[in-house]
């Protein structure tokens, strides 16, 4: 096996922190943690081979390695390059491992822009416009105010709160729902599954912020699309594996949905031929509502370098209970 090392020289058994991502540049990750550790503060081991997988102390990684982490066996602390966790089998990791996701203040803009563009979107009417643009027709639509649209946000953690927050400051009607009951002003919160269907049957657009977990998988289906109103639209954020693709070509079908941004699937790349390419009402993008980037979120990794080093709990920490 090769061990692909970025060393530093090391002065007093410096944390080595082992990468692996297809993603992400080790070598800008490398950068951004020497400006927070020093020079000299990590050695970096670059997989997804290692050849002393035993002396590791930290897992910095989008997804689990190949081989996982198992090997691995003195990890103090696996750091996810992304803000989800679903990726994370823990049968292919040591078990008691903490695991942290990323989240930070530039992730959060990124996800706001998203969301606003894909909502103004739909209450412009840009996606009928795009059509009409294409079969050269003027079609004239009065415009709606943004308080007479309403938004559900599903999930007002880190990332739904700061889309919901934003929505609320431009005007529109903004509803969210989140396991615990919440009061967030500004919002009108729900909780529970009645809590979802009233959600649901209020707003004309449904944007999907959750974690995946064994609840949330398959929520966004036939049974949740009947209780919304005619012609809503739905945008989802979160994770493919949320949405289950047939009903949601069912409902837009029957004009229960008038159309759906997809940011994520449950394949990524969406497969060649998959029906959801050239569907008139649904507009596909390449999982790139918000990344972490290393010059914002290296301080947070950092961070949870020095606490896993000292023992104490993660920033961003996941609750393996909850199950995010
Ligand atoms: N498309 C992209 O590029 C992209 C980028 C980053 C993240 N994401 C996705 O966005 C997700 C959300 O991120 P986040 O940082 O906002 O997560 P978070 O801070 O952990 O918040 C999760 C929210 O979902 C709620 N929730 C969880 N399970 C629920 C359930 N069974 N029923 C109702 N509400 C439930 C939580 O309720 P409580 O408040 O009661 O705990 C909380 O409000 C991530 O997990 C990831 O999948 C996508």
């Known amino acids: ?22 993603i992400d540049s080790p070598a800008m990750w490398r950068d951004a943690l020497a400006a927070q550790l020093g020079e000299d503060g ?4 670059v997989g ?6 035993h002396e590791v102390d930290i897992g910095l990684m989008y997804n689990l390695p190949p081989g996982g982490l198992l090997a691995f066996r003195k990890l103090r602390a696996v750091l996810s390059l992304s803000a989800g966790i679903n990726q994370f089998d823990r049968t292919r990791m040591p078990s008691g491992v903490p695991l942290a996701r990323s989240v930070d203040s530039a ?11 894909a909502v103004y979107r739909y209450h412009r009417r840009f996606h009928r416009y795009e059509r009409a643009s ?20 599903l999930g007002l953690g880190e990332l739904g709160s700061a889309v919901a927050d934003a929505l609320a400051a431009d005007g529109f009607d903004v509803h969210g729902w989140s396991r615990s009951a919440r009061a967030v002003p500004g919002i009108r919160t729900h909780s529970g599954t009645d809590g979802l269907s009233q959600m649901a049957g209020a707003v ?22 009947s209780r919304m109103r005619a012609g809503a639209f739905l945008i989802n954020m979160g994770r493919g594996a949320h949405l ?22 449950a394949v990524e790349p969406l497969p060649a031929g998959h ?32 606490r896993a080093m000292r023992g104490e709990p993660l920033l961003n920490q996941v609750d393996f209970a909850r199950g995010y």
Not at 107 to 117: C, E, G, P, R
Not at 145 to 152: D, E, I, K, P
Not at 205 to 218: C, H, R, S, Y
């Open 1 to 22: 096996m090769i061990c692909a090392t970025m060393a530093t020289p090391s002065l007093a058994a410096p944390p080595r922190i082992y990468f692996y991502s297809r």
């Open 42 to 45: 990590f050695e970096l081991i």
């Open 48 to 53: 997804p081979d290692c050849a002393t997988p």
């Open 107 to 117: 992730l959060a803009q990124h996800m706001v822009a998203y969301a606003k563009a």
């Open 134 to 153: 294409r079969e050269s027709t003027w079609s004239f639509e009065l415009p709606r105010l943004n308080r007479h649209t309403a938004v559900g946000v």
């Open 204 to 225: 004309d657009m449904l944007i999907n912020l959750l974690p995946l977990t064994a609840e949330t998988e398959g929520i966004l289906s036939s049974e949740l699309f």
């Open 244 to 265: 289950v693709e047939a009903d949601l070509l069912a409902a837009l079908e029957q004009g229960r949905l008038e159309a759906a941004t997809l940011d994520v699937t």
């Open 275 to 306: 029906p959801f390419w050239k569907h008139p009402g649904i507009l596909i993008t390449p999982h790139v509502a918000g990344i972490v980037t290393p010059a914002t979120a290296a301080a947070q990794i950092a961070e949870n370098v020095r």
